[in-house]
């Protein structure tokens, strides 16, 4: 069980944190060089139909992959446990990433134009940021780096 777990766990990584490298890195520059808001939203509607399950898909994992690391659900947010520790910091990233993503879907993505473009790029550089973070804290689970 425990080898699909994070089987599922690490396809979902590479979805997520891999889509959205390309996206800041090959979509975005060429985005704001042609100030082409159409070109974003297109990307941003074709990725969210793979990259909205592939998180899905890490959350459900990653809390199964931490309820068998730490089956008493109450340690996860005792901040003295190391293993705790660094399931809390995935929760932080989770609800900074949802946050941005809300902040985005709500405020930002409904009036998108050329003015706003930069404000958009932003929690793109944010969220990309946040899912190679992602990856670090889940690889210091064995490496020990947060320990
Ligand atoms: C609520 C969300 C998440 C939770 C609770 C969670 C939890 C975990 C846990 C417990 C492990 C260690 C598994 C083990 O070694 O037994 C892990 C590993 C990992 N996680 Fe997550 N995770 C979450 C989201 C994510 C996301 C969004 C990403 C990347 C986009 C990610 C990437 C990884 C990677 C790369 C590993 C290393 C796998 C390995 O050691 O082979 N996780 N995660």
């Keep these: 069980m425990y080898g699909y777990l994070i089987l599922a766990h690490i396809l979902g990584a ?3 944190t891999g889509g959205h490298i390309v996206l800041a890195l090959a979509v ?7 100030k082409s808001p159409q070109r974003l939203l297109e990307f ?12 899905l898909i890490q959350i459900v994992t990653g809390l199964l992959l931490a309820h068998r690391l730490l089956p ?3 340690l996860w947010l005792d901040w003295s446990n190391p293993i705790s520790r660094v399931i809390a910091i995935k929760f932080i990233l989770l609800t900074l990433t949802i946050l941005l ?8 993505l409904p009036k998108l134009s050329q003015q706003n473009l930069w404000d958009m790029a932003l929690h793109i550089i944010a969220v ?5 973070i992602f990856v670090i804290v889940g690889v ?3 490496t020990g780096w947060l320990y």
């Design 44 to 55: 941003e509607s074709a990725f969210e139909r793979i990259g909205k399950p592939a998180m």
């Design 101 to 108: 993503a809300v902040d985005a879907k709500l405020r930002v």
């Design 14 to 16: 590479t979805v997520w």
């Design 128 to 132: 990309t940021l946040l899912s190679i």
């Design 72 to 74: 008493d659900i109450s």
């Design 140 to 142: 210091s689970f064995k």
């Design 28 to 34: 975005l520059p060429r985005v704001l060089k042609e």
